[in-house]
């Protein structure tokens, strides 16, 4: 079963005091200090469905990552954006927020259910990420360098997943799945890797917005669409202009209008 149908994402109006939208509202970037920067997204996410993110932007100086997670807040109905999300927007309830750290990358195969196989998973093996009925395209879930001279060994990297999660490009995504006791589970993605379900028993009366603190040295995120089923035929033009270069700095070479350019160039 492939996820269903999937609207154009965007971040919600509302959002922290520090965090700056660009007019496409798929990219939040916070301005100053280190906090103030949860986002949320313009829409309840479904059953299934998965709300990516990429890290466009780091800024050293500061302890700390981005966090990740869903809550049953209506950003709308909010007096103001709390500062954190990890406790402040928690603690208001019904919230489920987790800190994106290096120790959520380390993932295992199981082989009967029950006990922990000694052997990592290889989980490039497949075309799709299958999460109970749900399945995502995984060729989306892993970044991809900025095009330069080293680009094609960075790249070598994102798709072996030894680069941390809280690396530029790392590709991070939350959903829920619906248990047959109708609660939800919420799973999160690093990097085209699923963690399990990260919070169980969420009720099944509220609906669901995506939550995104762009916290500490996290400095800007953008969203990833995600395509399910048939690509559309902008994604297979991408790939008959890529499979027809040597490299995709020759895209720049390539007598097409600069939005087309970075189009093929990054994704």
Known sequence: MTAAY?????????????????????????????????????????PGQLFLIEIDE???????????????QNPS???????????????????????VTRNHNRVICENDGTVPSL??????EKPYLQIE????????????SRPGFYSHLLDDLY????????????RIGVLYT??????????????GEDMGASAKGIPPQYPLYVVVDVFASTKSVRIVQIEYGFPSLQTLCRKVV????????????????????NFCKYE
């Open 6 to 46: 999937n609207p154009y994402m965007q971040f919600h109006h509302v959002h922290g005091t520090n965090i700056q939208l660009d007019p496409s509202h798929t990219q939040a970037t916070r301005v100053e200090s280190f906090a103030n920067g949860i986002c949320f997204s313009k829409d309840p996410l479904e």
């Open 133 to 144: 009925k749900i399945r995502i395209p995984r060729e989306k879930l892993v970044g991809r």
């Open 119 to 124: 052997k990592p998973c290889n989980i490039f």
């Open 178 to 191: 619906i248990q047959s006791d109708g609660t939800r589970e919420m799973h999160i993605i690093i990097n």
């Open 242 to 261: 890529q499979k027809h270069i040597i490299h995709r700095l020759a895209i720049d070479w390539l007598d097409l209008p600069e939005l087309l350019k």
């Open 58 to 72: 780091k800024e050293r100086g500061w302890c700390g990552h981005m966090r990740i997670g869903l809550t049953a």
């Open 77 to 99: 109905s909010l007096a103001v954006v709390p500062e954190y999300s990890l406790p402040d927007l928690v603690n208001l309830g019904h919230g489920w927020v987790f800190a």
């Open 159 to 170: 798709k072996s997943n030894i680069l941390p999660p809280t690396a530029r490009r790392s």
